[in-house]
């Protein structure tokens, strides 16, 4: 006799199926909802980590305000020193906001002090941009007034441009100089600009068409035959991102060295072993390579040609997210037009005067407390740390953010300390460089266009890095 088997399932069997994954749905819902089990204990985890961490910080301003001569007021490097001792991961920045509130960056939150009284800085879901390039809200729109935040990459709230967003959820600083900051503390400010005309009452300033605007000014220079070097720029075209993001980051300070060196030059000196050559991709000291940094307070890279810059400007990032390389003419001149539009500009008989008090140039007086560097007769630079009140008609190299005066949309030494090298040439193969060093004048500084050679390297010769987003 043939027996046929049934291969359907039973009525019980469906019934029981069905049963079980309901109840599976709702141990899902328990475990990972809004009130899920999971996700409240990933609340009470991280409410737990940020007690924590407020707790460290006040054994921190103690261990500031109790110093070996009795009660000192914080000051950011002792509150630096004293919040790496208790965060065994270390804190990424340490900001002066002003004279009474200190914000900084550990690795999960940001932080402010103000009188003593730690508060947490509520920035969204881009606190730290881990996964794709979103804006603040970690979303995928952007705009000139909506900046982009690249993977690897946080903001840094400043009190000059604040990334904590208005009524319309855009950052309330994107037109003053927002910064972000990757995890090596590397810092570039947002320049926000579009590619054509657009109907707005923001008066957003256009990409790359001002070389020829009377406001800049050219030094033996063919002005009308300049252009772009493309084996200088990381990508195929400058254009794509201002088309698609309506702006780009500019490195916040200029380039500097990783490693303090106590004496530089272009060359290596045989009878002076403790001078370092730096005039090289990847020089060494005390067995380090150095690397780029956009960091405050650090040795500006000089003594660098522009084909060595180029190289070296690439090293800072590149990944598929985003890439570092050279800044563009096309670029300067867009940063420029954004400066001179926010109202720093001044073209009248008192424009030397004007320049000298926000750069750094031979008519410049100041005083500075950190990092310069002299020249002496052998052509080495000897950097110095400390207090140095300059006078007029005298040149000294400053490190990066060092004078305080020349930070300008939160942009430090556009005008003024190093001739910057830029990817233009001309029709004559002149290498185009772009700021005015600390050994010339200040009028109509930040305009002028200077050539040289692509082996020209010296104590005021220097260059900014770019950002190039995917």
């Known amino acids: 006799m043939n027996l046929k088997r049934n291969k359907g399932i039973t009525l019980i069997t469906l019934v029981v199926t069905i049963v079980l994954l309901i109840l599976a749905g709702v141990s899902i819902a328990t475990l990972t909802g809004n009130n899920g089990i999971l996700t409240q204990a990933n609340k009470a985890r991280e409410n737990t980590k940020r007690a924590e961490d407020i707790e460290k910080i ?20 002792t509150l630096q020193e004293e919040l790496d001792k208790v965060f065994e991961d270390g804190i990424l920045k340490v900001y002066d906001n002003n004279t009474d509130e200190f914000i900084f960056y550990t690795k999960d939150n940001i932080y402010k002090i103000s009188s003593n009284e730690v508060t947490e800085i509520d920035l969204g879901n881009a606190i730290y941009q881990k996964q794709e390039n979103r804006n603040i809200q970690g979303e995928y729109e952007y705009a000139y007034n909506n900046p982009i935040i690249p993977k690897g990459f946080i903001p840094l709230e400043t009190k000059d441009a604040s990334w904590v967003t208005n009524e319309e959820g855009l950052p309330m600083g ?14 570039f400010v947002w320049i926000p600009c579009i590619t054509q005309d657009l109907d707005t009452s923001e008066n957003v300033v256009k990409y790359g068409c001002y070389a020829q605007n009377d406001k800049f000014t050219a030094y033996q220079v063919d002005i009308n035959s300049l252009q772009d070097l493309q084996k200088y720029i990381p990508v195929e075209n400058e254009f794509s991102q201002i088309e698609k993001y309506q702006g780009f980051y500019v490195g916040r300070y200029e380039t500097a060295m990783s490693e303090n060196i106590p004496r530089v030059s272009n060359v290596d000196i045989d009878d002076s072993p403790d001078v370092v050559n730096i005039n090289k991709i990847e020089p060494i000291y005390n067995g380090i390579t150095v690397k780029p940094v956009i960091q405050q307070g650090k040795e500006v890279w000089n003594y660098v040609s522009r084909d060595n810059a180029a190289e070296i400007s690439r090293k800072i990032v590149n990944n598929e997210n985003v890439k570092s390389g050279l800044i563009t003419g096309k670029q300067w001149d867009t940063m420029l037009e954004w400066i001179i539009t926010g109202g720093t500009y001044d073209n009248s008989s008192n424009a030397d005067k004007y320049y000298s008090e926000i750069g750094n140039f031979y008519n410049s007086q100041y005083t500075i407390n950190g990092l310069y560097a002299i020249q002496d007769k052998n052509d080495i630079a000897n950097w110095h740390k400390g207090q140095y009140t300059k006078t007029i008609n005298e040149f000294i190299c400053l490190g990066t953010g060092v004078h305080n005066n020349s930070k300008v949309n939160n942009i430090f030494d556009i005008y003024g300390n190093l001739w910057e090298f830029t990817t233009e040439t001309d029709a004559n193969g002149k290498v185009i460089q772009r700021g005015i060093g600390a050994n010339a004048g200040s009028n109509k500084a930040a305009g002028v266009h200077r050539h040289g050679n692509t082996d020209t390297s010296g104590i005021m010769m220097g260059f900014r890095i770019v950002l190039y987003i995917a």
């Open 58 to 77: 006040e054994i921190a301003i103690l261990g500031v305000q109790m110093g070996e001569n009795g009660y000192q007021k914080l000051d950011i490097d």
């Open 174 to 187: 994107w037109n003053n100089g927002l910064v972000i900051m990757d995890e090596s503390g590397n810092e």
